[in-house]
T-cell receptor, first 115, second 113 residues
Framework: GAGVSQSPSNKVTEKGKDVELRCDPI?????LYWYRQSLGQGLEFLIY????????KSGLPSDRFSAERTGGSVSTLTIQRTQQEDSAVYLC?????????????FGPGTRLLVL | GENVEQHPSTLSVQEGDSAVIKCTYS??????FPWYKQELGKGPQLIID?????GEKKDQRIAVTLNKTAKHFSLHITETQPEDSAVYFC????????????FGTGTRLKVLA
């Protein structure tokens, strides 16, 4: 079946503007994750959604970052008042059941460049 | 805090040779250790994983070993091929927050033809 999809694949924005990144998880997957990958770095956990439970937002770097997951499926990561240090690849992953017990499958990522 | 160290950061091998990438984790409660391969412009893809109740797992040319006492785990690729060239990431999950993977900083593997 279809994998995790993300849009847009690339986004160039000006400092101070807001951006929205979208993630469509694998159908039926209840768990969804957002990660940030800065150039030459590993993956930094941002947020985790599991079903209807309250999300774990402990990885969000500042209050400019927020995420929603509507209807237990699609998720949107919003970055307000973007800064140059927000430039990175934003990766979404999903898994069936409880994360950690089930494999996380990643999307291709959104490459964000803040000028 | 939780941390995963990965070495080396870059690795070049001749085609047909073996490649070994090593990771060390800090959280003794970690019990799941996946390895991901990331090709240019793509998201990470799971290539192999191991749980703490197993010391070694093999899948064709790829194997992973785990030493819980030393908190080390390693990826072994034998008979390397040019298509193995990519960035490889190790990760460790916590027993307490199993969904939270802590990733290493990655190893860029180049297989020279």
């Amino acid at each position: 079946g279809a994998g995790v999809s993300q849009s847009p694949s690339n986004k160039v924005t000006e400092k101070g503007k807001d951006v929205e990144l979208r993630c469509d998880p694998i159908s039926g997957h209840t768990a969804l994750y957002w990660y940030r990958q800065s150039l030459g770095q590993g993956l930094e956990f941002l947020i985790y959604f599991q079903g209807n439970s309250a999300p774990d937002k402990s990885g969000l770097p500042s209050d400019r970052f927020s995420a929603e997951r509507t209807g237990g499926s699609v998720s949107t990561l919003t970055i307000q008042r973007t800064q140059q240090e927000d430039s990175a690849v934003y990766l979404c992953a999903s898994s069936s059941g409880q994360g950690g017990k089930e494999t996380q499958y990643f999307g291709p990522g959104t490459r964000l460049l803040v000028l | 805090g939780e941390n995963v160290e990965q070495h080396p950061s870059t690795l070049s091998v001749q085609e047909g040779d073996s490649a070994v990438i090593k990771c060390t984790y800090s959280d003794s409660a970690s019990n799941y250790f996946p390895w991901y391969k990331q090709e240019l412009g793509k998201g990470p893809q799971l290539i192999i994983d191991i749980r703490s109740n197993v010391g070694e797992k093999k899948d064709q040319r790829i194997a992973v070993t785990l030493n819980k006492t030393a908190k080390h785990f390693s990826l072994h690729i034998t008979e390397t091929q040019p298509e193995d060239s990519a960035v490889y990431f190790c990760a460790a999950s916590s027993l307490v927050r199993t969904y939270k993977y802590i990733f290493g900083t990655g190893t860029r593997l180049k297989v020279l033809a």
